[in-house]
């Protein structure tokens, strides 16, 4: 199979993994709309890759009032689909209250997730009606399954973020729209997270290269949910993973279809 979406909305393409993400589409002869916060870097990439493929939005998601007013304007010139991509994270330590970031554990639960949330209901409606195949795909973390001490905010953003796609495929399940998870692992440029652990927390990862490989093979390769790597130095392979995730999933699928009432 190929990547079956000629155009693709890019939430996050500014920097980190969106961009590199951005990047590999555009290579792939996919078009890309970036969406992000710096109008510099939105210019910068449209420059790097010409109008013809690429073109920009510049707006917050963090900003739950702009979400209506973005896809309102966005809409009308639009035939696309919704790849949302998007890293936030800080390190707290649950053992010292007192040192404790409010604002950034905060900060981590809206971005990663309540923030997809306003977009996903922004865009929802206008994907519904679309007779076209279309997706919306996220962003999530193997964290939001083996929480990491340190990154209880980033960690417990990301489960919600995942729970909250599982039951996004099941209420919508007989429309056009196809709900795509990516769970990412560690990745080297994330490298000053583990300075703790010295120099070689720098070398700590997956180049981000790998992962955009390997993510863009597996939504080349139709999968709804890609996990890619695996948690080797915690001891858990990503076969195991994926066993995890599709135990739960069914899980889910059960529950959903006794709530109602045994309908398929």
């Given at each position: 199979m190929s990547f079956p979406y000629k155009?693709?909305?890019l939430v996050g393409a500014t920097a980190g993994i969106g961009k590199?993400?951005?990047?590999?589409?555009?290579?792939?002869?996919?078009?890309?709309?970036a969406v992000g916060r710096r109008q510099d870097r939105l210019d910068e990439f449209v420059t790097t890759h010409g109008a013809n493929k690429t073109s920009a939005e510049r707006?917050?998601?963090?900003?739950?009032?702009?979400?209506?007013?973005?896809?309102?304007?966005?809409?009308?010139?639009?035939?696309?689909?919704?790849?949302?991509?998007?890293?936030q994270s800080t390190i707290i330590n649950?053992?010292?209250?007192?040192?404790?970031?409010?604002?950034a554990i905060h900060n981590d639960v809206s971005v990663n997730f309540t923030s997809f949330v306003?977009?996903?209901?922004?865009?929802?409606?206008?994907?519904?009606n679309k007779r076209s195949k279309t997706s919306l795909i996220y962003t999530t973390s193997h964290l939001a399954y083996i929480p990491a001490a340190g990154l209880s905010g980033y960690s417990a953003s990301k489960a919600a973020?995942?729970?909250?796609?599982?039951?996004?495929?099941?209420?919508?399940?007989?429309?056009s729209i196809k709900v795509i998870e990516v769970s990412l692992p560690v990745l080297t440029f994330l490298g000053e997270l583990?300075?703790?652990?010295?120099?070689?927390?720098?070398?700590?990862?997956?180049?981000?290269?790998?992962?955009?490989?390997?993510?863009?093979a597996g939504l080349a390769a139709g999968k709804d949910e890609v996990l890619v790597d695996d948690l080797a130095d915690a001891g858990t392979a990503v076969e195991k993973l994926s066993q995890t995730v599709g135990e739960r999933r069914s899980a889910c699928n059960g529950l959903s279809k006794m709530l109602r009432g045994g309908k398929d």
């Open positions: 155009h693709v909305l590199a993400m951005a990047h590999r589409l555009v290579q792939e002869g996919v078009k890309v709309t707006v917050d998601i963090a900003d739950s009032n702009a979400m209506p007013k973005f896809a309102a304007e966005y809409i009308p010139i639009s035939d696309d689909t919704s790849i949302t991509s998007l890293f649950l053992a010292e209250p007192a040192k404790w970031d409010m604002q306003n977009l996903t209901h922004a865009f929802l409606p206008f994907l519904l973020l995942s729970s909250f796609i599982l039951c996004l495929r099941e209420e919508p399940r007989n429309s583990h300075d703790y652990m010295g120099p070689a927390g720098r070398e700590l990862g997956m180049p981000v290269s790998d992962f955009t490989d390997a993510a863009f």
